[in-house]
């Protein structure tokens, strides 16, 4: 599927829901750096202390994250090209890299109102523990849900 694709048909408007997943490029496992995914959550809550974004759930794996967002101001499109454009420039300056961290396009699909959000949050936080990443989820750092 290539970058257009995943772009046909994206429609997002203030209110809706979304589950979405971006991924480093080449799927590089920058996220095993603790400092690294350190720095996209903070870009996560900065982009909902902006007003830009409420993040219900979300999780960082090491070579990419998902998140069930809520946009609040503007666009998806808006927020995802905040939230990977921050995130990239301080993990890049942080790693004294240059270049791509994100693949371009990112996946995402809207949430339907008889959608059960708290499945789907449990399902985005349970994903190191499908991976084999921890026994337990509580041993895994880089997770957040607003139910959980």
């Known amino acids: 599927m290539s970058y257009n694709d995943l772009r046909k048909g994206r429609y997002s408007e203030p209110g809706r829901e979304y589950l979405i997943t971006s991924v480093v490029a080449e799927r590089h496992p920058v996220f095993r750096d603790l400092r690294c995914a350190r720095l996209l959550i903070q870009t996560l809550q900065r982009t909902q202390h902006e007003g830009q974004a ?66 789907i949050a449990r399902y985005i936080v349970a994903n190191p523990l499908r991976a084999g990443l921890v026994q337990r989820l509580g041993d895994y750092p880089h997770w957040d849900s607003v139910w959980l």
């Open 54 to 119: 409420e993040w219900l759930a979300w999780v960082i794996m090491p070579d990419h994250f998902h998140g069930l967002l809520r946009v609040v101001s503007g666009t998806l499109t808006d927020v995802m090209r905040r939230t990977r454009g921050n995130s990239a420039h301080a993990i890049n300056h942080y790693l004294q890299r240059t270049g791509r961290l994100w693949q371009p396009a990112y996946h995402d699909r809207a949430l339907r109102d008889e959608d059960d959000r708290l499945a």
